[in-house]
């Protein structure tokens, strides 16, 4: 009804316009009997224009106001967007945004569009996991340190199953084969192992798997061998200072880190709890905070796995208020993470999560699904009845329109990770992705990378990149980018005056990138 007023509305105003004396005309139909052909076209492009406008200024973004240095900026943005927009419609293959990720990667990387992005100040990356955060580079430079052991496969392929390191070859039930890494480098010729171990250590180059049950079990293949390199006591703090550097580089100032707190281990049989985790974590955070002042912080979401008992589930709750109270500052709050298909839903859990929701703030993954009706589609609903602060993914949002009010009314935001939801084949075309229904209503998300390192993907830009080109309409333009870095902020787990000072260090910085590329 709303919308039927309104554009009875506007036509009786531009007939008005235009000099033509009306009484109040009640419905469309009745004016187009009396009016000439060339007046009614005349209000046609002025409706139209003015429902264009309405939905402009109503998408993310659409509130933003660009100062006069903002708006030449823009200028030089919309241009390098328009240009591989025309690009792609006059041959779709050239269009990198569309395509799928690892396709189009190294393309999008010499776009002057994308180089731009890289230094835009892109405020707070709320949704990645410990074991995903670093380039396959700085990996692949960690498997040279010594007494590292690798678990070949039997099988034809001789594919690498374990990563250890150990003063003795490991002892274990796998069924593949231990050998000294360095061994391994010696015998083989050239550099076939680093080339393997780089293509293992992500998800490339297959594009196509049958279904996401497929290529979550070659994703779970990475975090298997990915985790005995990174949980040796003497590498998870360097590797979290690494992945702030990382991220950093990429324009990034904060970060909420996922992590499942693995326990470590070292060559001499240390006894190791996940405060010994969370403390070098916490470390590595307090001393690359040190060196960098503009630096807005990281934080952690302790996020074990969502398949266990319900007694495993009440020790998990147990371990985040054991860390709430060593890490005040450092804890932000708790998630379950795991592929929600094979997972319990959320409901199952909900006593236990309700005993304990006062205590602690849930980040939940929730809606990383394309079963519509599930019970894993209903964690939506769950994630919002149990308090969580903002859903990772919600990909099946739109099917829930009373979850979808509710979780406005909440504030909710919406974490974002479209390469992420691509590789893991839930979307195809970053074209038809969900997520553009939410910018179109200015819902409130925030870009996020899920596991960029499994991906090949800079710790945020790339999601940026697609979110711009393809997600957002195609007339979204600097405000649009803008408001994605404000919201990283305003949905941040800051306190009020935590949340200033971000804004400020925030602030300083894009300013600054304005001046620098304007000059
Ligand atoms: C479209 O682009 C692709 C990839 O660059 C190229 O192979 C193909 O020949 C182009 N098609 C036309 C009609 O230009
Ligand atoms: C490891 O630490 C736990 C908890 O402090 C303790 O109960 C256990 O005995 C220790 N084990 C060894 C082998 O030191
Ligand atoms: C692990 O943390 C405990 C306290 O939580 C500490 O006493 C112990 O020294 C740490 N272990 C190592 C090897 O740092
Ligand atoms: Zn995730």
Known sequence: ????????????????????????????????????????????????????????????????????????????????????????????????????????????????????????????????????????????????????????????????????????????????????????????????????????LTMYPQVQFDNEDAVWKHFRSIFRLVIGLLTYAPVWEEYIYRALEEF???????????????????????NYTILNTTRAMRNAELRFRATHSDWIGSRLIYAPTRKVSDARLVEYLGNALLLKSHFPDYLAGFDLVGYEAEGRPLRDYARELLAVQDDINFYFH????????????????????????????????????????????????????????????????LRTHPAAVLFAQNYPVVIASDDPSFWKATPLTHDFYVAFMVIGSQKADLGMLKQLASNSITYGAFEQAQREKAFEKWNKRWEKWIDDVLR
């Not at 950093?248 to 693995?262: C, F, K, N, T």
């Open 1 to 200: 009804m709303g919308n039927l007023r309104s554009l009875r509305h506007l036509a009786i105003f531009c007939i008005l316009a235009n000099g033509w004396v009306f009484v109040l005309l009640s419905e469309l139909p009745t004016l187009r009997s009396f009016t000439p052909l060339a007046e009614r076209v005349r209000a046609y492009e002025t409706l139209r224009a003015n429902i264009l406008e309405k939905e402009i200024s109503a998408q993310l973004g659409g509130g933003v106001l660009l100062n006069s240095k903002e708006s030449a900026l823009n200028e030089l943005i919309m241009l390098e967007k328009r240009r591989e927009l025309e690009l792609g419609l006059t041959n779709l293959s050239q269009f990198q945004a569309a395509q799928h990720f690892f396709r189009s990667n190294e393309k999008i990387n010499k776009t002057p569009l994308f180089q731009l992005l890289r230094g835009m100040p892109k405020g707070g990356v709320l949704h990645a996991h410990d074991m995903a955060l670093c380039s396959s580079e700085y990996l692949l430079r960690l498997t040279y340190r010594e007494h590292l052991w690798v678990c070949v496969s039997r099988s034809q392929t001789k594919e690498y199953e374990r990563l250890r390191f150990s003063l003795l070859r490991p002892q274990s039930e796998q069924p593949c084969e231990w050998l000294l890494l360095s061994d391994l480098r010696g015998s083989e010729r050239g550099d076939v192992v680093d080339k393997k171990l780089l293509a293992q």
């Open 248 to 270: 950093y580089a990429d324009g990034v100032q904060y970060l909420e880190i996922r992590s499942v707190l693995p326990i470590f281990y070292d060559l001499v049989g240390g």
């Open 366 to 429: 929730a809606g990383e699904t394309n079963w519509y009706g599930s019970s894993i589609d209903e964690n939506l609903l769950d994630a919002v009845l149990l308090g969580t602060k903002r859903i990772g993914h919600g990909l099946a949002l739109l099917k829930h329109p009373e979850v979808l009010r509710l979780a406005r009314l909440r504030n909710i935001a919406i974490e974002v990770s479209p390469i992420s939801n691509q590789v893991l084949q839930y979307v195809g075309d």
